[in-house]
């Protein structure tokens, strides 16, 4: 079982408390009605879908209930860092 | 409404016990959401003390997130509403039932279905966790004592699956 380090608890905590949430740092635009099709498009559906190192939200929602953001290796599935939301990307 | 507020258990009225474990209804309980982004703020509406990190217990408040605590208090405590403050103080005591789990075997019967390590889980540490697919929150009372506290609907089953892990 993975360990994941929730920045909040601050301690690894088993993964099956946890609950993935998607790609990280992606804005919601400000003003929607103002977006094309096109980069209405972009902002809902297209994702970088690294190989690699990779941004992802995550939850600890079976702790401590917060949100916050991690860099995982897709391809070895490492858990390089765990930063609360709102920090700037690492 | 207080009366109302602290309604019958699902659980059986018998406890069970089997090899160095006790497994028991606990008794009833005020349980009170307490929420705030200012635990300071929060403090001073409920005139408490509360725990200053995540994962600690003081005077019946366990604080379980950055801003959301969980008081498990005597049947019967009132707290203050904090009206006009920037808090939430909800009454949620019917919303949970107590399990107390005691014995030299008790950690070892709550990690069959709990992921988290109690060997680093110290007496006076409270958390949010899993049971299985069941959330609860577990208290470590002491070295040999735990309260779960699980949702009411998610009881009954919890109930038999420590039941059926304790066989």
């Known amino acids: ?90 | 409404m207080s009366s109302l507020s602290v309604s019958t258990s699902p659980l059986p009225d018998e406890p069970f016990a089997a090899d160095g474990v006790r497994v028991s209804r606990s008794a009833a309980l005020q349980r009170y959401s307490l929420r705030a982004r200012d635990p300071a703020k929060l403090a001073a509406v409920v005139g408490r003390e509360l725990p200053g990190r995540i994962g600690g217990v003081t005077d019946g408040i366990a604080q379980l997130g950055p801003d959301e605590f969980l008081a498990l208090l005597p049947v019967g405590t009132q707290l203050p509403s904090g009206e006009e403050e920037p808090v939430s103080v909800v009454d949620i005591s019917s919303r949970a039932v107590g399990i107390t789990v005691e014995g030299e075997g008790a950690a070892a019967l709550i990690m069959s279905g709990c992921p988290l390590d109690l060997d680093r889980m110290a007496p006076g540490q409270a958390t949010r966790t899993i049971y299985e697919t069941v959330e609860m929150v577990l208290v470590r009372e002491s070295e040999t004592r735990f309260h779960i506290e699980v949702w009411r609907s998610f009881a009954p089953w919890l109930w038999q699956s420590l039941r059926l892990s304790a066989e």
């Open chain 1, 1 to 90: 079982m993975l360990l994941i380090h929730c920045p909040y608890c601050d301690e690894k905590r088993p993964e099956i408390e946890f609950a993935y949430g998607g790609e990280a740092h992606i804005a919601r635009p400000l003003d929607p009605s103002a977006l094309s099709d096109e980069e209405w498009e972009t902002y809902l559906f297209i994702r970088s879908n690294a190989r690699g190192r990779h941004h992802e939200r995550w939850r600890h929602i079976h702790g401590c209930g917060r949100f916050f953001n991690a860099v995982r290796d897709t391809v070895t599935d490492k858990f390089e860092t765990t930063y609360k939301a709102g920090e700037e990307r690492r």
